[in-house]
């Protein structure tokens, strides 16, 4: 079945430290999505970056950073000089459209970024 | 630009009384649908998504059902609340097609009591 784990479930740093937030996922296919959001406290969720199977390639936007691994089933999210306003829980998601509309969550990692 | 409305933000309810959530998508057409739970601090669940009108899946059995009346209309209702329904509802939409990721409202807080 589908999975995706996030074994990080708290994670607390000082602000402009940099943190890594961890995503495993376990697909049936060759062809899937990888997506990562993030839920403020405000409660909505906020999508932040695709990623497709066929592409390996990591990508930076600006304090944001993602590695994605094929080789390890991995997706995992960076980000550099943190700051309060990224105190947020962080869900990565993924998607295989052979199966289905559904997309599938990880449990979330609640980062809290401290002055 | 599509805007996604749910409504209401917050909502108490006593048990055993009817629901009803109703979310809205604009600026797109034959939206995919969906219906998320997000039970206190855990992650989320889908209960349902519609491809289309009057076309409803359901991933979980429970008291819970959901209808799409209308191309860019979604419902979430229920005849009679358990406290365990209690939780963080998030309606979503997606264009059709495989890479599109899910964008969210802004969710529904619902207390049973």
């Known amino acids: 079945a589908q999975k995706v784990t996030q074994a990080q479930t708290e994670i607390s740093v000082v602000e402009k430290e940099d943190v890594t937030l961890d995503c495993v996922y376990e697909t049936r296919d060759t062809t899937y999505y990888l997506f990562w959001y993030k839920q403020p406290p405000s409660g909505e969720l906020v999508f932040l970056i695709r990623?497709?199977?066929?592409?390996?390639q990591n990508e930076i936007s600006g304090r944001y950073s993602w590695n994605f691994q094929k080789s390890t089933s991995s997706f995992n999210f960076t980000i550099t000089a943190s700051q309060v306003v990224d105190s947020a829980v962080y869900f990565c998601a993924l998607s295989e459209p052979a199966y289905g509309q559904n997309f599938v969550f990880g449990p979330g990692t609640r980062l809290s970024v401290l002055p | 630009s599509q805007t996604i409305h749910q409504w209401p933000a917050t909502l108490v309810q006593p048990v055993g009384s009817p629901l009803s959530l109703e979310c809205t998508v604009e600026?797109?057409?034959?939206?995919?649908l969906y219906w998320y739970r997000q039970a206190a601090g855990r992650g989320l669940q889908l209960l349902f998504y519609s491809v289309g009108i009057g076309q409803i899946s359901s991933e979980v059995p429970q008291n819970l059902s959901a209808s799409r009346p209308q191309d860019r209309q979604f419902i979430l209702s229920s005849k009679k609340l358990l406290l365990s329904d209690s939780g963080f509802y998030l309606c979503?939409?997606?264009?059709?097609?495989?890479?599109?990721?899910?964008?969210f409202g802004n969710g529904t807080r619902l207390t049973v009591t």
């Open positions: 600026g797109t057409s034959n939206p995919n």
């Open positions: 990623r497709n199977s066929f592409d390996e």
């Open positions: 979503a939409w997606k264009r059709t097609g495989n890479n599109s990721p899910l964008h």
